[in-house]
């Protein structure tokens, strides 16, 4: 799956921390930490009012946080205020939102994950036949009504024995949790799967060779067979290791491509708008040769993009346009194989009736995007 040498870079800032995960020398992702609620996180919440017709509900989770579960990820019973909900947090907050809450908990492990009420078995498709139907087979076995599970691309470093005890510690977790969340009266935090550098190896499939390089104290509890933890103590690691450059190009609206063309990144409340720009490319009568060729580099580019800067939700690109439509096929072919190792779940839908391409990506984090979406409030308010 990982093309080069993996190698993450945390770096203490006044906020909290700040990572960047490198494949090869080159930054695939940023990523960022403070004190404020993560994904994954399990919290008791206290009920607090309906919103919208019943869209959800707001949730109280303690020290002065709060969170919105949406009617479509509660389990049975209608919250009415006053309710204590066992939840997990499924979307970090953003873009001024609360973070989203589900009761559909899941129990994640590096090559299992544990589902309470999943009622379903699904295995990564990284995993090959006839193995991956075999693994679908035993985890059918495991489950007792309404559990369900995961199986994860890490499964295939497993044996069956180590899969199958994956399992039963998820499930043994998840009776931990209830437990403790039985013994509380008042909202707050009830368990933390991962750390901040637990939770980056995690999304990245929990590579098997990969350095960390680090200025504060990591702790060792997490680390496996391949992982390396070197400590530079030194202020701004980031530019120890030149990333700097990298972090402000991700921050701006422009990335070049080649031969003079471009790509424009507007995030906007609804969806992200993503123009590619022809710049100076010559155009003639071998434009659609010109134009496929900008746009496999676009569609290249932006899945990089996607991933490097944490963006989420809808997402529209306009390419440039072609005389022939044929070529679209082969547009749409080229993006689809570049976001496939994106870690995030990405559907694509192909053009629209007005030329444009189509895309969601589930994000579950903050990333930088959220980064220039904050600074913009606060050059906004100096402003007026």
């Given at each position: 799956?990982?093309?080069?040498?993996?190698?993450?870079?945390?770096?203490?800032?006044?906020?909290?921390?700040?990572?960047?995960?490198?494949?090869?020398?080159?930054?695939?992702?940023?990523?960022?930490?403070?004190?404020?609620?993560?994904?994954?996180?399990?919290?008791?919440?206290?009920?607090?009012?309906?919103?919208?017709?019943?869209?959800?509900?707001?949730?109280?989770?303690?020290?002065?946080?709060?969170?919105?579960?949406?009617?479509?990820?509660?389990?049975?019973?209608?919250?009415?205020?006053?309710?204590?909900?066992?939840?997990?947090?499924?979307?970090e907050?953003?873009?001024?939102?609360?973070?989203?809450?589900?009761?559909?908990v899941?129990?994640?492990?590096?090559?299992?994950i544990?589902?309470?009420?999943?009622?379903?078995?699904?295995?990564s498709?990284?995993?090959?036949?006839?193995?991956?139907?075999?693994?679908?087979?035993?985890?059918?076995?495991?489950?007792?009504?309404?559990e369900?599970?995961?199986?994860?691309?890490?499964?295939?470093?497993?044996?069956?024995?180590?899969i199958a005890?994956?399992?039963?510690?998820?499930?043994?977790?998840w009776?931990?949790?209830?437990?403790?969340?039985?013994?509380?009266?008042?909202?707050?935090?009830?368990?933390?799967?991962?750390?901040?550098?637990?939770?980056?190896?995690?999304?990245?499939?929990?590579?098997?060779?990969?350095?960390?390089?680090?200025?504060?104290?990591l702790?060792?509890?997490?680390?496996?067979?391949?992982?390396?933890?070197?400590?530079?103590?030194?202020a701004?690691?980031?530019?120890?290791?030149?990333?700097?450059?990298?972090?402000?190009?991700?921050?701006?609206?422009?990335?070049?491509?080649?031969?003079?063309?471009?790509?424009?990144?507007?995030?906007?409340?609804?969806?992200?708008?993503?123009?590619?720009?022809?710049?100076?490319?010559?155009?003639g009568?071998?434009?659609?040769?010109?134009?496929?060729?900008?746009?496999?580099?676009?569609?290249?580019?932006?899945?990089?993009?996607?991933?490097?800067?944490?963006?989420?939700?809808?997402?529209?690109?306009?390419?440039?346009?072609?005389?022939?439509?044929?070529?679209?096929?082969?547009?749409?072919?080229?993006?689809?194989?570049?976001?496939?190792?994106?870690?995030?779940?990405?559907?694509?839908?192909?053009?629209?009736?007005?030329?444009?391409?189509?895309?969601?990506?589930?994000?579950?984090?903050?990333?930088?995007?959220?980064?220039?979406?904050?600074?913009?409030?606060?050059d906004?308010?100096?402003?007026?």
């Amino acid at each position: 799956m990982h093309e080069g040498k993996l190698s993450v870079v945390v770096d203490k800032e006044k906020s909290g921390l700040r990572a960047a995960m490198l494949n090869g020398g080159v930054v695939q992702s940023f990523y960022f930490s403070s004190e404020n609620i993560c994904a994954g996180d399990f919290y008791l919440g206290k009920v607090r009012k309906s919103h919208l017709g019943k869209m959800g509900w707001f949730l109280d989770l303690g020290c002065g946080k709060r969170g919105f579960l949406p009617h479509d990820k509660t389990l049975s019973e209608v919250p009415v205020p006053g309710d204590l909900r066992l939840v997990q947090i499924e979307k970090e907050e953003r873009d001024g939102k609360s973070a989203q809450l589900t009761e559909q908990v899941q129990v994640v492990s590096k090559g299992v994950i544990y589902l309470p009420s999943g009622s379903y078995v699904a295995v990564s498709h990284q995993i090959e036949e006839p193995e991956r139907e075999a693994l679908r087979k035993k985890a059918i076995d495991w489950c007792i009504a309404p559990e369900g599970a995961i199986i994860r691309t890490f499964a295939a470093r497993m044996n069956t024995e180590q899969i199958a005890a994956e399992f039963e510690n998820g499930r043994f977790q998840w009776e931990r949790i209830k437990k403790e969340a039985e013994g509380m009266d008042h909202p707050g935090v009830i368990f933390r799967p991962f750390s901040f550098i637990e939770s980056i190896l995690n999304e990245n499939h929990n590579p098997s060779d990969c350095t960390i390089y680090s200025n504060i104290n990591l702790g060792e509890e997490f680390l496996s067979g391949g992982v390396e933890i070197v400590y530079q103590y030194q202020a701004d690691l980031f530019a120890l290791h030149e990333l700097n450059g990298a972090y402000t190009s991700a921050m701006q609206p422009e990335v070049p491509l080649p031969g003079g063309a471009a790509l424009v990144i507007d995030y906007a409340e609804a969806l992200t708008a993503i123009d590619v720009n022809s710049g100076s490319a010559p155009t003639g009568i071998n434009w659609d040769e010109t134009a496929l060729e900008i746009n496999l580099h676009a569609a290249r580019e932006i899945a990089r993009q996607l991933r490097l800067r944490e963006i989420g939700g809808m997402i529209v690109i306009d390419f440039l346009r072609f005389n022939d439509p044929l070529y679209e096929k082969e547009v749409l072919t080229a993006l689809m194989g570049a976001v496939s190792d994106d870690p995030a779940t990405i559907k694509l839908f192909g053009y629209t009736k007005m030329g444009l391409v189509e895309l969601t990506r589930k994000r579950r984090r903050t990333g930088l995007k959220d980064r220039v979406l904050a600074q913009r409030k606060r050059d906004n308010s100096i402003d007026s």
